[in-house]
């Protein structure tokens, strides 16, 4: 289907499990993954950054339905629909947020409607980028270089760790990284959570519903080391042997932590939509019947959003 979308002509995905999507007694959250890359030719052996993410999350051992928008290809969630996804996650990509093709002009403002529409959303590496582009933050090469390897970012003293943030990672955040572009300024309100000497605001929180992160948590080292192989001519000579013998270590226990926090954060989206949307019923039955039961039987079962997530 195509339609104009915030100015740009877009193909709209029609989503090939409907019957699945209008299951209102689900147990498991949505995710919508809005891709923004194919894969290159010496890594196509590690098949697409779908079937990354899917095994990523798979680390979880959490139920999950995901869902694929490709946003390189101008295709985008319908904006009608868009509440059918509990979350979505903006993956990586060699774009740049301030280039001018138009699909990215189109992600920015699909961004910029989420944040209106209080839609949860997580941003990967471009998708981190993006986030804070779209909401005035400044995002641009950064005069460090490159980021590659396992990059550790440590925690800002002071913040407010949310609660769906593992044990395991609540110290810190590690994963592979691989990128030049940085989010140098954050927009006014978000919260920089931790960062390291080459990338201070490696992972931002806006609000109770959208963080992001600079790093990599689908990557696995074999597909890490296969990134850094084949942009070895991009690297400084002690950068990439530092990075590539970062990649002997699988790192899993830690890409665990992340994807469970993923999966933490997306089912507390889930439950607190499902807790609104039971709130706005009893509204509605009230306001038809006067009844004060209802009311009073919802008070003891639905808690708001804002502010549920942070410890």
Excluded at 47 to 62: A, D, H, M, N, R
Excluded at 87 to 104: F, L, T
Excluded at 112 to 137: D, E, T, V
Excluded at 149 to 154: E, K, L, Q
Aim: hydrophobic share 35%.
């Amino acid at each position: 289907i195509t339609r104009k979308f915030f100015g740009v002509v877009v193909r709209v995905a029609e989503e090939p499990s409907t019957k699945a999507m209008s299951d209102s007694k689900r147990s498991c959250p949505r995710i919508g993954l809005i891709t923004c890359m194919d894969n290159l030719n010496h890594l196509s052996r590690h098949g697409t950054q779908k079937q990354l993410f899917t095994k990523f999350l798979k680390l979880s051992e959490e139920p999950k339905e995901i869902f694929e928008w490709k946003a390189h290809e101008s295709k985008l969630p319908d904006l009608k629909e868009l509440k059918k996804m509990d979350v979505y996650i903006i993956a990586g990509s060699p774009a740049s947020a301030y280039d001018n093709d138009p699909w990215v002009k189109s992600l920015i403002e699909f961004v910029k409607y989420c944040h209106q529409q209080r839609q949860p959303l997580i941003g990967i590496c471009f998708g981190h980028q993006i986030m804070s582009y779209a909401l005035g933050g400044n995002v641009k090469k950064s005069g460090k270089g490159w980021g590659i390897g396992f990059h550790v970012y440590d925690y800002n003293k002071g913040v407010n760790i949310p609660k769906w943030v593992m044990y395991d990672m609540r110290k810190y955040v590690n994963a592979y990284a691989s990128h030049q572009d940085q989010v140098m300024t954050v927009p006014e309100g978000a919260t920089v959570m931790a960062g390291n000497s080459h990338c201070k605001n490696g992972f931002i929180i806006y609000n109770d519903i959208w963080w992001s992160i600079q790093t990599h948590p689908e990557f696995h080292y074999l597909f890490a080391r296969d990134i850094y192989n084949g942009r070895k001519g991009n690297f400084k000579a002690s950068l990439y042997k530092k990075a590539v013998a970062e990649c002997e270590n699988p790192h899993e226990d830690r890409r665990k932590a992340l994807a469970k926090s993923v999966m933490n954060f997306s089912k507390l989206m889930k439950e607190s939509r499902n807790m609104m949307a039971k709130k706005d019923a009893m509204e509605e039955v009230k306001g038809k019947q006067g009844g004060e039961k209802e009311e009073k039987a919802l008070q003891g079962s639905c808690w708001r959003m804002d502010g549920c997530i942070l410890s």
